[in-house]
Antibody, heavy 120, light 109 residues
Framework: QVTLRESGPALVKPTQTLTLTCTLS??????????VNWVRQPPGKALEWLAR???????FFSPSLRTRLTISKDASKNQVVLTLTDLDPVDTGTYFC????????????WGQGTMVTVSS | EIVLTQSPGTLSLSPGERATLSCRAS???????VAWYQQKPGQAPRLLIY???NRAAGVPDRFSGWGSSTDYTLTINRLEPEDFAVYFC??????????FGQGTKVEVK
């Protein structure tokens, strides 16, 4: 059974850097078929795709956030790490990691999400 | 970037009725790479439909999707109490960026 679980701070201050971790179970972060995405959702609003990393280390970023985002993986811990710099209160929301299905490519497995509040 | 516009914003229906949700893309979606997700409060999205018309594993057959090019539809036949939720369409596929619609809330009338 494949599961994803997000973890990270619940509260961060403006201008700080956010680091979130997605821990995979049931699949290897280094497998060629593994593609992990980060998606966020401000309270009561729509979903926004942020970034993706593949098992072969290819990375993709939202054009609007490209300069602030970094995505990487830690094979020893089977984790994907997302960092978002220069935080602003508009970055407040729930951050999800989600797997892209190996063949049909939709996001078939999601973590439960982690809520992040940006406030001084 | 493809912009997805969902309508209506809110759909007020009774259990047993049919729900028809629309998702319009700002440009043609190659490969019909459109998915639909259901989201309940405090939960992660749940994949319902991929490639416009394919039900994901475990999704009841009262959920159906169809569409092509710029127009996509999710239909829920005979609404069950557990179907009242927010639904998002999603453009995905081979080339980013990938985008979501703003959502349609299906609420109890």
């Amino acid at each position: 059974q494949v599961t994803l679980r997000e973890s990270g701070p619940a509260l961060v201050k403006p201008t700080q850097t956010l680091t979130l971790t997605c821990t995979l179970s049931g699949i290897s972060v280094s497998s060629p078929d593994t593609r992990v995405n980060w998606v966020r959702q401000p309270p009561g609003k729509a979903l926004e795709w942020l970034a993706r990393i593949d098992g072969n280390d290819d990375t993709f970023f939202s054009p609007s956030l490209r300069t602030r985002l970094t995505i990487s993986k830690d094979a020893s811990k089977n984790q994907v790490v997302l960092t978002l710099t220069d935080l602003d209160p508009v970055d407040t929301g729930t951050y999800f990691c989600a797997r892209m299905h190996p063949s049909y490519l939709a996001f078939d497995i999601w973590g439960q999400g982690t809520m992040v509040t940006v406030s001084s | 970037e493809i912009v997805l516009t969902q309508s209506p914003g809110t759909l007020s229906l009774s259990p047993g009725e049919r729900a028809t949700l629309s998702c319009r893309a700002s440009q043609s979606v190659s490969g019909t790479y459109v998915a639909w997700y259901q989201q309940k409060p405090g939960q992660a999205p749940r994949l319902l439909i991929y490639a416009a018309s394919n039900r994901a594993a475990g999704v009841p057959d009262r959920f159906s999707g169809w569409g092509s090019s710029t127009d996509y539809t999710l239909t829920i036949n005979r609404l069950e109490p557990e179907d009242f939720a927010v639904y998002f369409c999603h453009h995905y596929g081979l080339s980013p960026p990938w985008t979501f619609g703003q959502g349609t809330k299906v609420e109890v009338k």
